[in-house]
Each structure stands twice: as C-alpha cells, then as structure tokens.
C-alpha cells in the first residue's frame, strides 16, 4: 500500500522528495504519551529536527509546543500557530538582536551560561527561566552529538549553578528549574536516569518544582532503540513530585515517519565494487557523510528475477563522501528504479544544503488511513538558489 502510494506521489512531485507519513507519527505520538501518563508536563517538539510548520501543526493538535533555537525556528511556530506559552528558547549562543526579539514572545528560556545571564540584565522579560546544566554524564552516542559531558560546550557547570541563579535573581527573573540534555540518539535508559537523578537531586535542593528533561531518544536504525518500557519504569518515577515536566523530543517523533524517495541515475560496476548512483546525495542527507549515520535502504518493487550484491548506494556530489549507504546486500536496481531511504524524518530536510548548486527537495504528507496526500514544501527551484544575489 505505501509502495503505491509512493509512486502515485513520485508521478506528481518527482525525486528526489521528502514523504512523511502522518499514520507513523500518530504511532510515535501514542508511544510518547504512554510513557508520559500521569505526570504533569508540557511536551514539545524539537523543531531543529524538522522545521515544517505543517508538521509543526500536527504536534501542536496533540497538545505538543515546540524547542526552538533560532529566529527562523521560531518563525517556523508562528506559521504553525504555537502559542507564546507552549515555546521553548534553547541555545547556547543566543544573540543581543534575538534577545531583544524573542524576550517576550517565548514562554520558557533556557540559560545555557553564566555569561548569558549577565547578557540578561540587559533584557526585561517575564518568560520562566531555566538554568542548563551540564550533568557531565556520558550519553553513550556519536561524539558530535554528546552534550552533556562536562568537556562539551553546553550548560552550566554545577560548581556555576549558584551564581547564574544568584545573576537572573538580581535582575529579578522568575527562575523555575533546570534544563538537561545530554545528547541526541540515546539508546540505554541508563544515562537518563543517571542524569535526570542529578537534575531531580539538584531541583530539591534549589526547591525548584519544575524540570526540563530535554530530548535525545534514539530510535531503530539499525537494530537498537530505547526501551520506553524500561524507561517508563527507571525513570519517570523520579517526576511524581514534580508540579510541571518540560520535554524537547525531535527524533523519535518525526524520525521514523520521514523517508527519502530517489531515482536511480546509474548502476556502475568496476572491478572492485559496483556502485547505486542516485540522483541525489549529502545535500539532501547528510547524515551517512557526517556522522556515518546508518540509514535502511530499499529498492521500490525491484523487477524479478533480480540479482542481489554487495553495493554502495552513493550521490551525484563531487566529494567521495558523497555516500547514502555503504556494503549493502540489496537487489541491483534498474536504471530509472525508485529508491527509499529510511528513517530520515529527523535531521534530514532540516539539515540539507545547496552543496553543488542543488535544490533542495520538496516534501510530502500523506496519510495512508484516509490515503490524503498533501505537498506540505514546494521543490526549490534554481531561481530559489540565486534569489539574493545583487
Ligand atoms: N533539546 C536540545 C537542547 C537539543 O539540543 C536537542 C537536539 C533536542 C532537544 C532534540 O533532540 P532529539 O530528541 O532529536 O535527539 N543532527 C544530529 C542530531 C543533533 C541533535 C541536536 N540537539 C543528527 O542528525 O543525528
């Protein structure tokens, strides 16, 4: 049934193409919510991972806000209709001009330095502050999305937390709690619990009755996920004195709802290896060429009898790691056959460029219960490219 839905949707907008899947988001939604029951909290959407207002939208209905980090993101809400009250300010390089800006627009800021709260006096705002802090505990994920050891850049080191309260205090800021969040793609319950213990600790001892616990659940790439079961049991106890449970998940909402749909430009056998050469590459996802991200690849009704091998599923950019996939055992694709990458709901359209001078892909939501497809971001165009040259 997706399969067909695909290629309906692929006769209309092309590839390469970004399509999500509204039914698998519901899924995510469901499981969240579970995990969560009973406990008092604001749930938002970490909008870095996918900044699409009509997906944006789609939490908002289900009582979701949103984490934003940027003026852009922000505006990403206000398309979406968020409300002041249900955003999140996240960043640890928050600017005079966004300052001045967003200071009451949001409803809760995370303070990610002693330094940013001195900034704070310059700033009048009764949005609910909390302070980040920088638990220095492993998340056990890729080093370029580890945030929480004390070596990172993030947060407020505890020996810091007096004097960043004691500087908003003086400016007269309503300080609520402590923000945590040790990295993205976390698959054991082991460095939650190990870190939202010291922020629950922490709390106590500050009388703070408010907490955000951040983000980070990693999801199945390639075999491992959080156990929401386990974590239901480990650590959401920790919060039943809590009066307010702020939460910043990105991936494991709209991670496995997203796949990327692309046409297959070459098959090319060398000696050595034979190589799936698509029609679109690390612009449009980049997350294989930057952090060796595995991502499932498949190819869409491959025409029997076929011959299965050993291929690298790569781009069309001039940089040999344009890769998508490498040494996968899949069925060697006929030219023009369409293929689908997996997962890339997440950091995936959020974190494509115009590398080589390509436009970035359009993106479509399709709801396979009702079978409504919807463009939810036109293809850009080569004019989108040069738009701003004078
Ligand atoms: N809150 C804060 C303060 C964050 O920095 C992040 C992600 C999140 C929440 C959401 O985390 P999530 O639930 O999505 O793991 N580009 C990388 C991921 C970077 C994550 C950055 N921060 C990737 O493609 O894997």
């Keep these: 049934m997706l399969e067909r839905t695909i ?37 938002t959407f ?37 409300p002041r009250e249900r955003i999140v300010w996240n960043g640890n390089g928050k600017t005079k001009a966004e ?3 967003l200071k009451d627009k949001v409803g809760f800021i995370n303070v990610d330095s002693v330094e940013e709260a001195q900034r704070w006096a310059d700033f009048q705002s009764d949005a609910n502050f909390f302070i980040r802090i920088n638990p220095d505990v492993d998340p056990r994920t890729h080093p370029h999305i580890s945030t929480g ?52 600790e922490l709390s106590k001892k500050y009388g703070f009755g408010c907490i955000n616990i951040g983000g980070g659940w990693g999801i199945n790439y390639s075999g491992k996920e959080l156990n929401l079961e386990e974590y239901r049991s480990k650590v959401v106890p920790l919060f039943s004195s809590f009066e307010l449970v702020i939460i910043e998940l990105g991936r494991y909402l709209i991670g496995p709802a997203g796949i990327l749909v692309a046409k297959v430009e070459y098959v090319k056998r060398t000696p050595y290896k034979t190589f799936v050469v698509l029609d679109v590459g690390m612009n449009a996802l980049v997350r ?5 991200a595995h991502h499932g690849v498949h190819v869409l009704e491959p025409e029997e009898p076929w011959e299965e091998s050993i291929v690298d599923v790569v781009g069309p950019l001039c940089e040999t790691g344009d890769v998508i996939a490498r040494n996968r055992s899949i069925p060697i694709p006929k030219c023009g056959s369409l293929m689908i990458v997996e997962d890339v709901g997440a950091y995936g359209f959020s974190m494509a460029s115009n590398y080589n001078s390509h436009p970035r892909p359009a993106e479509v939501l399709i709801d396979l219960s009702t079978n409504e497809i919807r463009l939810i971001r036109r293809r850009e165009s080569i004019e989108d490219l040069f738009r701003n040259v004078e």
Excluded: W
Aim: charged share 20%.
């Design 46 to 82: 970490a909008c870095k991972a996918n900044n699409n207002p009509r997906l944006i939208q789609l939490f908002l209905e289900e009582g979701f806000g949103t984490d934003i980090v940027s003026l852009g993101e922000y505006h990403a809400s206000e398309l979406a209709g968020v």
């Design 149 to 200: 050891i004390r070596e990172t850049k993030f947060g407020v080191h505890i020996d810091l937390i007096d004097e960043a309260l004691s500087v908003l205090r003086k400016q007269g800021k309503k300080v609520l709690g402590f923000h945590i969040h040790i990295g993205s793609q976390i698959t054991e319950v082991e460095p939650f619990l190990e870190a939202i213990s010291i922020g629950v």
């Design 99 to 101: 300052m001045g800006f």
């Design 7 to 43: 290629k309906t949707v692929v006769e209309h907008y092309g590839t390469p193409l970004y399509v999500y899947v509204k039914d698998v988001i519901r899924y995510q939604l469901a499981k969240v919510k579970r995990v969560f029951e009973g406990v008092r909290m604001l749930p």
């Design 288 to 292: 294989p060429a930057m952090y060796g």
